[in-house]
């Protein structure tokens, strides 16, 4: 990417961050326009495309940049949180569950774990919990974990 690519997407990613995002699409379109061979450019126009709503657009911009980067964990992560949002669970796990295994943070663990309770499979989704607080203790994580545990009791009661 050479100097005027970065200037134009960090002013692009400034606008998504200033609520702005159809004018930061104005900025990646004309990187692409420059180099269509971008991923940064696609992942961030699905950025822009989600704050506008555009869930569907998004996803294909994320596409674009994993076909050119297929190792590209933010445009992975964004399209998971995408597929998330729009309720397909079976897609986002079948994102999260790559990104996971190639080294993925703990905050994709939790992200992973968020899909696994939207699905029900509790004890699947209190295991992805176990594993990103061994790697990252911290209160939020502690919290979930507590969350998840509680809803496999309460489970537990109502089979009772």
Partial sequence: MNSKEKILL???MDMVKRGKPEEALGY??????????NSYAWNNK???HFYLGMAEEA?????KALVINPQDLEALRNKGFV????????????????????GGDPLDLEAKAAVLVG???????????MKAVAINRNERFEEEI????A?????KDRKD
């Fill in 146 to 149: 507590g969350a998840i545990k």
């Fill in 10 to 12: 960090n002013k692009g």
């Fill in 83 to 102: 597929l998330r949002s729009m309720g397909k669970l079976d897609d986002a796990l079948a994102v999260y569950q790559p990104l996971v295994a190639s």
């Fill in 151 to 155: 809803a496999i009791d309460q489970k």
């Fill in 59 to 63: 996803l294909e911009a994320y596409d």
């Fill in 28 to 37: 990646f379109d004309k990187i692409l326009e420059a180099n269509p061979q």
């Fill in 46 to 48: 699905g950025v822009a």
């Fill in 119 to 129: 699905m029900g499979r509790l004890e699947d989704a209190l295991d992805t919990m």
